[in-house]
């Protein structure tokens, strides 16, 4: 099983502020033969289910501003929040969808400091 | 547009079984693999299952594996999730998921509640 581990757990930034979420996997994630890596990012906020803010590592989704930006290849990504907003807050995963089991990161909490 | 429509979630006895159901629409439901993923009340994610779009590919997680079943119905634009052995740490919101390559469209979750 490859697991996807998130640093950190949780984030305390100041709002303008950059943050920063990084997710590991325990193996390679990107598949050669269409160059790309099956790494997505989501946003979860109390009581609604998971949105895609980034897929195949760095393409942002349908409607995400542009303040959120993914990076990395194989088995180290990185999530960037450019310029932090109040509506930011939430719970952050990455997720594999290159082998079953799929898996998820155990999610990072972001918040306001 | 791309609406999945979860239910059937509710209180059941630890041991028991429960079948959830999921309805698509706004796109070519045959076309496209689904999956089941889970949430545990104040816990992460944890995917469940996937069926592939033409309903003879299937994985489970080990958690579930010989207990649950998911199956679809391409004629109506349904996938199923038969639940057996229901145990107190199946309690989750369910969600159903489309996946293009991700996981791209997710429903609002049924809530199953397993508990004596």
């Known amino acids: 099983d490859i697991v996807m581990t998130q640093s950190p757990d949780s984030l305390a930034v100041s709002l303008g502020d950059r943050a920063t979420i990084n997710c590991k996997s325990s193996?390679?994630?990107?598949?050669?033969?269409?160059?790309?890596?099956?790494l997505t990012w989501f946003q979860q906020k109390p009581g609604q289910p998971p949105k895609v803010l980034i897929y195949?590592?760095?393409t942002r989704g349908s409607g995400v501003p542009d303040r959120f930006s993914g990076s990395g290849s194989g088995t180290d990504f990185t999530l960037t929040i450019s310029s932090l907003q109040a509506e930011d807050v939430a719970v952050y995963y990455c997720?594999?969808?290159?082998?079953?089991?799929?898996?998820f990161g155990q999610g990072t909490k972001l918040e306001i400091k | 547009q791309v609406q999945l429509v979860e239910s059937g979630g509710g209180v059941v006895q630890p041991g028991r079984s429960l079948r959830l159901s999921c309805a698509a629409s706004?796109?070519?439901?045959?076309?496209?693999?689904i999956n089941w993923v889970r949430q545990a009340p104040g816990k992460g994610l944890e995917w469940v299952a996937v069926?592939?779009?033409?309903?003879?590919?299937?994985y489970y997680a080990d958690s579930v594996k010989g207990r649950f079943t998911i199956f679809r119905d391409n004629s109506k634009n349904t996938l199923s999730l038969q639940m057996n052995s229901l145990r107190v740490e199946d309690t989750a919101v369910y969600y159903c998921?489309?996946?293009?390559?991700?996981?791209?469209?997710w429903g609002q979750g049924t809530l199953v509640t397993v508990s004596s």
């Open positions: 998921v489309r996946a293009d390559g991700y996981l791209d469209y």
């Open positions: 706004g796109f070519p439901f045959s076309s496209y693999a």
């Open positions: 069926i592939w779009s033409d309903g003879n590919t299937k």
């Open positions: 193996q390679s994630v990107f598949f050669s033969s269409n160059n790309k890596n099956y």
């Open positions: 195949w590592a760095s």
């Open positions: 997720h594999q969808y290159y082998s079953t089991p799929y898996t």
